[in-house]
């Protein structure tokens, strides 16, 4: 195995790479597919209870109420003729000839639109009152052809995002495109020759200071044709176009005049790059007070996953002032790609346009916060989504939590802030381990929504109980929505819309002091286990992780340290040759910022007569039982 550049290995000092608490959630809502879904897009309406999820020939509305929903279903069935069409290809995947929905998006404040694949011949539909589907005059069902709204294989890579009515769809086919597809705005797309092979992940709105300065963001992969043996197969790249375009007047009549695009990458320009994979993207803004940070998974050949973050101002500084690659005169001072109305006085010229039309492509790079990820997570596991939510600590200072889905259908909540990044949890919300297509937050509710192809839930946002009745049990969580309410002397959610909670206690930052006045001095006693064993038999003593953070000793008669092994559970001290077994009062204790937790204690007695008739091993299993139970 080659040896990690030493950016990775600087990257991997620099973070948590383990989560620190490992949670199974339970008494929460989750609806299950039988047969499983090849295909679950989620789409919620910020603030409502309501979530929308696509699936084979159905649209699902699930209505939730704490920790219980309602399903309502919406039949939209594959055409017959379409079906038919396609069963009739020359090696057709016969799963696909059905109807997937993959596009669902809300045009206005009484119009949904749900595209779906329609066995290769894209239809869409429309919403009304959340359930109901739109009718004409003899009551049939209102439907378009989604030929440039979506895909027509739930294979085929595709994003889709609904601004002010108007429908922007990006697809991946033969001669892929990003389209303005559906609305009242004029429609236009990309020239052919603009995208090579792109395999869209995701899109944004980037909204401006002035509205005619919008900018809507797409997330992409693109083959690297011309790669040589040491280059990478593969560049991520993002694409910008103004939400203000109505296409040229002369030149770029039905295209897009203010399409630029640009290289993404996660690492530095002097180190080689491994995560050119862009596998997910989400932009979290700050509405019209800035443009926000850009966070992303990217994938290496060798399936590890890295975390990156870009500010949203310095890649439109990038968009602003590069150079066009493979233009070499200077470029005019209205520069190609600007956001400007279509009869606006300063609208591109016939020149501008020509010039764009030719070199889209940005010459400078776009690298991430510091030039390294934020980190790559080291594990067994690799990143296959993520959502971002702005949190107000109890302090009122912003704090930015990731949400990332695992291929094991695993979530890791991420602390991201002042230069730290820390795993707070790996919650574990499926009772089925796959991949999570699906994650969607809404910030208004206090709600993440999730999904697999066999499952979707609602997991709270701010799941304070989680972190137990001490003060340093909820400062140690290291938890922006929890803080520890003196008052209540409870850990409890920290209000994001008053500052009511400013008394609550916190301790997010690395080296921040005692909050909890003298904690570190208490200990969490247990009753003690009092356990008498065949000084002959083979045993050991467990102690459970409470928190993967922190650092586990064994004490015996409170001055002897035992080695203990770690498997992942539990801090185990085992019996042997090299440690031999001994009677006395054997303490697990946890040590983590300061903080000191007695985990377990046991009391330990020799008896060789207490157990006069078991054979030896029978022994063993009874006690190692024993001790399990005790510990539970």
Not at 6 to 13: E, K
Not at 89 to 111: H, M, T
Not at 206 to 230: M, S, W
Request: charged share 20%.
């Amino acid at each position: 195995m080659r040896a990690l550049p030493w950016l990775l290995l600087a990257v991997l000092c620099s973070a948590q790479q383990t989560p620190r608490l490992k949670l199974t959630l339970q008494d929460i809502p989750v609806l299950s597919f039988e047969n499983g879904e090849k295909s679950t897009v989620l789409f919620y309406d910020a603030g409502s209870e309501q979530l929308y999820v696509g699936g084979r020939g159905v649209l699902r509305v699930l209505t939730f109420k704490e920790a219980e929903f309602n399903q309502t279903q919406v039949p939209l069935q594959v055409d017959e003729k379409a079906e038919k069409t396609c069963r009739s290809k020359p090696g057709a995947v016969q799963a696909e000839c059905d109807n997937y929905i993959q596009v669902i998006q809300r045009l206005n404040g009484s119009s949904l639109i749900a595209c779906g694949t329609n066995a290769g011949s894209p239809k869409c539909w429309f919403l009304s009152n959340t359930t109901k589907l739109q009718q004409d005059q003899r009551g049939q069902a209102v439907t378009i052809s989604g030929e440039n709204l979506a895909p027509g294989s739930p294979s085929q890579p595709a994003a889709a995002i609904a601004v002010e009515g108007n429908l922007y769809s990006a697809l991946s086919r033969d001669k892929s495109t990003i389209q303005r597809s559906y609305g009242p705005r004029k429609l236009l797309r990309t020239e052919d020759k603009w995208l090579t092979d792109a395999e869209f992940v995701s899109a944004a709105w980037v909204p401006e200071k002035e509205t005619n300065l919008d900018e809507i963001y797409f997330f992409y992969n693109e083959v690297n044709k011309t790669a040589g043996l040491d280059e990478e197969p593969i560049k991520a790249r993002l694409g910008r176009v103004c939400k203000v375009d109505e296409g040229g007047k002369s030149i770029l009549v039905d295209f897009w005049t203010t399409f630029l695009q640009a290289r993404l990458v996660c690492g530095g320009p002097a180190h080689p790059q491994r995560f050119n994979q862009l596998r997910d993207a989400v932009v979290l803004g700050e509405g019209r007070k800035g443009r926000g940070m850009l966070y992303g998974i990217f994938a290496s050949p060798w399936g590890t996953t890295a975390v990156c973050a870009y500010s949203m101002d310095k890649v439109a500084h990038a968009f602003r002032t590069s150079r066009l690659k493979g233009y070499g005169s200077g470029l005019p001072a209205h520069r190609p790609g600007t956001c400007v109305p279509y009869n606006s006085p300063s609208a591109p010229s016939r020149a501008v346009l020509a010039i764009i039309k030719d070199y889209p492509e940005l010459e400078a790079v776009i690298y991430p916060e510091g030039q390294r990820p934020l980190y790559v997570l080291q594990t067994n596991d690799t990143y296959t989504r993520v959502v971002a939510d702005r949190v107000w600590d109890a302090s009122n200072a912003s704090r930015t939590v990731l949400y990332l889905g695992t291929d094991k259908g695993k979530i890791h909540k991420v602390l991201q802030s002042r230069g730290q990044t820390v795993i707070i949890a790996e919650l574990s919300p499926f009772r089925r381990d796959a991949p999570v297509s699906g994650l969607a937050l809404d910030a208004s509710t206090g709600h993440l929504y999730a999904a697999t192809e066999f499952e979707v839930t609602r997991l709270p946002l701010a799941d304070c109980g989680q972190y137990r009745e001490t003060c340093w049990k909820c400062v140690l969580a290291k938890d922006p929505y929890c803080g520890w309410d003196p008052d209540s002397k409870k850990c409890s959610a920290v209000s994001q819309e008053a500052n009511d909670t400013a008394s609550f206690l916190q301790s997010l930052d690395p080296g921040a002091e005692d909050v909890c006045e003298g904690a570190a001095e208490q200990v969490a006693q247990q009753a003690l286990k009092k356990v008498s064993v065949d000084p002959t038999s083979y045993i050991y003593l467990p102690c459970p992780l409470r928190s993967h953070h922190a650092i586990y000793t064994w004490v015996k008669d409170g001055t002897k340290q035992y080695p203990c092994a770690m498997d992942g559970h539990s801090c185990t001290l085992r019996f042997g040759e090299n440690t031999p077994m001994d009677r006395g009062l054997f303490k697990c204790t946890a040590t983590e910022d300061g903080y000191r937790e007695e985990i377990t204690a046991y009391e330990l007695t020799l008896n060789v007569a207490c157990l006069p008739r078991l054979s030896l091993t029978v022994a063993t299993g009874v006690l190692l039982l024993a001790i399990t139970i005790l510990l539970l």
